[in-house]
């Protein structure tokens, strides 16, 4: 069970924007999962582009899956994640 668990942690990629409330990357982080922060738009939203980017250069290495987390109005910006 430990190995499956250790997999799936290493195999397991979170993508968020840097607007994400700060309990999300708190609870990604006691998962132990893997972070990659995704740059806001000029709306304080996340940036599709920049989205895309990561997705394309992590397409090729063996990420199992991703789990993007988007945002429906941020804390200081009202901002939402336009996916």
Not at 27 to 34: E, P, T
Not at 42 to 58: D, F, H, P, Q, V
């Amino acid at each position: 069970m430990k190995a499956q668990k250790k997999g799936f942690k290493r195999k397991t990629i979170v993508l968020l924007s840097c607007q994400t409330h700060y309990s999300v990357k708190k609870i990604a982080s006691l998962m132990d999962l893997k972070i990659i922060i995704v740059k806001a738009d000029k709306y304080a939203g996340m940036s599709i582009e920049n989205l895309k980017e990561i997705l394309s250069n992590l397409s090729d290495k063996q990420f199992l899956r991703f789990i993007v987390v988007v945002t429906f109005g941020t804390t200081c910006f009202g901002a939402f994640d336009n996916i």
